[in-house]
């Protein structure tokens, strides 16, 4: 019998981690889940948890940041910049859609004491966030002539990502989770004038001289 390829064995094992691992998030707190009780849910070896993430925590954050990663690098990744606007409109849609998809998971961390939903999404928002300015299709319209840009950059990248699962955070504890539009009009209302969506020119980027002016068109949310 011919063997297997050894990459379809690691994406079948895994997709095999990161279905458990997402099953047991989604029933308690994973800072109780130990190596022995994933890799029996999973049906692996307690090494290949080890390989996979080293630790229950560290393969649920690889099994979220797949989907997250995802729908990064479909949308941003060198995204035009007349399409700006609509990709980050479509990719925090997709966020929060994977964040409904995995509501009890996310609602388990938020009330972890140990690994918290903070440290699972911020650093996804500030890639994002990275990204867009790496590719010049963001600029921090701020002046700071006493602050690095670089320092200024990563400052935004931070106050937009921390926001962002702030506002996460109070979604998933009210009464039922709301349609990913409605928080998507709520994120846009509060996030600062120079990020797009909210308020770009349509298809425009904010510039380092200013705020990009409001998009004169009917708000389609409305």
């Known amino acids: 019998m011919t063997e297997e390829p050894v990459d379809a064995r690691q994406l079948r094992t895994r997709a095999a981690l990161h279905a458990a691992v997402l099953e047991l998030a989604a029933s ?109 299709r963001l600029r921090i319209p701020l002046d700071a002539p006493d602050v690095a840009p670089a320092l200024l950059e990563e400052a935004a990248a931070r106050f937009v990502a921390d926001g962002v699962v702030g506002l996460i955070s109070v979604w998933l504890r009210g009464p039922g989770l709301h349609d990913p539009e409605v928080a998507l009009a709520m994120l846009e209302r509060l996030l600062p004038a120079w990020w797009p969506p909210g308020a770009a020119t349509a298809g425009g980027v904010a510039d380092a001289a200013g705020p990009a002016a409001p998009d004169p068109g009917p708000n389609p949310l409305k």
């Open 28 to 136: 308690g707190d994973i800072d109780g889940v130990t190596v022995t009780a994933l890799a029996e849910r999973a049906g692996v070896h307690r090494s290949t948890v080890y390989e996979h993430g080293g630790s229950p925590q560290g393969v649920l954050q690889r099994a979220l940041a797949v989907e997250l990663d995802a729908l990064r690098e479909a949308h941003l990744r060198d995204v035009a910049p007349a399409g700006v606007a609509a990709a980050l409109r479509e990719v925090t849609l997709g966020v929060f859609a994977h964040v409904e998809r995995h509501a009890a998971v996310y609602r388990n961390l938020e009330g972890s004491a140990g690994t918290t939903l903070h440290s699972f999404l911020s650093e996804h928002f500030q890639a994002s966030t990275r990204l867009l300015i790496a590719q010049s």
